[in-house]
């Protein structure tokens, strides 16, 4: 029995209302415009610029451009009548949204690298099932183009129709594990985020004998500015507000970066790096939203022994990796609630591991274990997360271990 089945579909709850046929076109294009007018012009493509020296040009350029388009996806439906959401076996939340840009990365991968494999969060079985749910979905991978022909060309592998769509999602079924090159796609991080109009990510990751080399986020919701105040909150319908669209990505050994999240070419990068501080009493952490994700009772202990005063700050998805990348936070604390038995997903730390670490963080479990990317879909290896720059990450790490009596 396959892991994806193991998370088999037992959903309570189904929620469909037909998009109005022609409300997705005139959505995107409408994004389009105002993303072209709010963001700064194109720049030079990425294979003429600062990733030509890059060991991984070709795959940080294709994660680049295929988280790109999967966002504009993820924004229709952000603004389309019905998300389409179903509730899966495990009471998370899934949307025509992660479907569509599911099958939108995993075309692109598959055809710019066919011998890799793809493990991904979905899988098509409940498509399989709703024939009206599926063209929903099939509707909205058609429409989705980026618009810049050459890079639609780069991504290449159109999808033709919604069986081969279905063929598609499922390509992400990989077991993972520690031997040769495997990607990881969490199509739509933080789906309650996504819901709220909160914090959500679009993961793209690679992993080469169980080690992340690739690693890119795409946060329509956060500040393009890498200097703006960590933000978090429920969700305040954020989406294309002005400002809003930040794209992180990074390369192991050559440092990590943020342009604005477009809709077309990749536009200029900028280097960025974790803040500063040397001492944890002046930090900003982030943790969470969902209570049951980790554990705001510990985290707030720890806060307190570090002599933090500024207030958590609650966001969804890796947008919590992205920011303390960028000092704009300066803690992450992913910790396991007590009683639970949850063990985390690759595709939900991947590359905000490695953009962390290519930031001048450290990213290690409470242990003080890396994460452990080699053991197949789970971190097996791995309990809970401490993501912090590598000035404090000692002390932070510390006073984890105290609050939580880990040996
Ligand atoms: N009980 C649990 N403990 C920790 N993480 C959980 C969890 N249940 C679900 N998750 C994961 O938490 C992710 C969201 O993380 P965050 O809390 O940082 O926003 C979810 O990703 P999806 O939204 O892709 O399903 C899901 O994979
Ligand atoms: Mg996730």
Redesign the pocket.
């Known amino acids: 029995m396959s892991f994806h089945t193991r998370f088999a579909f037992r959903f309570s709850t189904v929620i469909i209302v037909i998009l109005a046929a022609t409300s997705a076109p005139s959505v995107f294009h409408r994004l389009a415009s105002i993303s072209r007018q709010v963001l700064p012009s194109t720049v030079k493509h990425p294979s003429q610029s600062s990733t030509m020296s890059s060991s991984y040009p070709k795959e940080l350029e294709v994660a680049l451009l295929a988280v790109q388009r999967a966002s504009i996806l993820t924004k229709q439906v952000f603004h389309a009548k019905s998300k389409g959401t179903l509730t ?1 076996s ?5 949307t025509i949204g ?1 479907y569509g840009a599911q099958a939108l990365i995993i075309s692109a991968l598959k055809h710019n690298f066919p011998s890799d494999e793809i493990v991904a ?1 979905e899988e098509s079985t409940d498509l399989q099932q709703d024939a009206a749910l599926k063209d929903l979905v099939w509707n909205l991978v058609k429409e989705t183009k980026l618009d810049d022909p050459s890079a639609e060309t780069t991504l290449g592998g159109s999808i033709t129709d919604a069986e081969s769509m279905l063929n598609i999602i499922d390509q992400g079924n990989s077991k993972g594990g520690g031997k040769g090159r495997i990607w990881t796609i ?9 819901l709220r109009g909160g ?2 990510a679009v993961c793209v990751a690679l992993i080469v004998d169980g080690d992340v080399k690739v690693g890119v986020l795409g946060c329509p919701n956060l500040p393009v500015d890498d200097s703006a105040p960590l933000e978090g909150g429920i969700g305040e319908n954020q989406s294309d507000a002005e400002g809003k669209g930040a794209l992180a990505s990074a390369v192991k050994g050559e440092g990590s970066q943020s342009r604005p999240l477009g809709t077309g070419k990749l536009q200029t990068p900028r280097k960025i790096s974790v803040q500063s501080i040397s001492t944890p009493s002046e930090a900003a952490f982030c ?4 209570a ?3 554990s705001h009772g510990d985290n707030a202990k720890i806060a307190k022994k570090l002599d933090i005063t500024k207030p958590s700050v609650r ?6 990796y992205f920011s303390v990348a960028r000092g704009a936070g300066d803690i992450y604390l ?1 910790l ?2 007590r009683g ?1 038995n ?1 063990i ?2 690759i ?2 730390h991947a590359a905000g591991d490695l953009i962390t670490r290519e930031s001048g963080g450290t990213v290690t479990d409470i242990r003080g274990k890396s994460l452990d990317f080699s053991q197949g879909p789970l971190l097996t290896g791995n309990t809970g997360v401490v993501a912090a720059g590598s000035a404090i990450h000692a002390q932070v790490l510390k006073v984890v271990q105290e609050v939580l009596s880990v040996e």
């Open positions: 899966k495990d009471a998370s939340p899934v992660d969060e969490d199509p739509i991080d933080g789906t309650k985020g996504f914090q959500y943790e969470s939203v969902e049951n994700h980790s966001m969804d998805s890796q947008a919590k992913r396991p609630v639970g949850y985390e997903k595709w939900d």
